[in-house]
Nanobody, 115 residues
Framework: QVQLVESGGGLVQPGESLRLSCATS????????MGWYRQAPGKERELVAL??????RYADSVKGRFTISRDDAKSTVYLDMNSLKPEDTAVYYC??????????WGRGTQVTVSS
């Protein structure tokens, strides 16, 4: 059974940092493209960042502030978020995708940026 479990969310002030983690099990992690998405209240889910062994990709709104990384030995993907803004407030979801098997989602972790 595939599981993706996000952690690290919380309430922070503007300008502060957070590190999100997504621990996975039940899949061959090395073969998956991993990603972070977010959904703010009243808005559609949007891509934040993607990572494979060969590239990373970021939404324009987070470039230069967020960094996605992966530890294949731990089957875990991370999202380091710096200089957080109120508009970064959302539920952040971990995603695993491979062409043969499709995609899997975690349940999400809440990030709130407020003074």
């Amino acid at each position: 059974q595939v599981q993706l479990v996000e952690s690290g969310g919380g309430l922070v002030q503007p300008g502060e940092s957070l590190r999100l983690s997504c621990a996975t099990s039940g899949l061959s992690f090395n073969f998956y493209r991993m990603g972070w998405y977010r959904q703010a209240p009243g808005k559609e889910r949007e891509l934040v960042a993607l990572i494979t062994s060969g590239y990373t990709r970021y939404a324009d709104s987070v470039k230069g502030r967020f960094t996605i990384s992966r530890d294949d030995a731990k089957s875990t993907v991370y999202l380091d978020m710096n200089s957080l803004k109120p508009e970064d407030t959302a539920v952040y979801y971990c995603n695993a995708y491979s062409l043969p098997t499709g995609e899997f989602w975690g349940r999400g972790t809440q990030v709130t940026v407020s003074s």
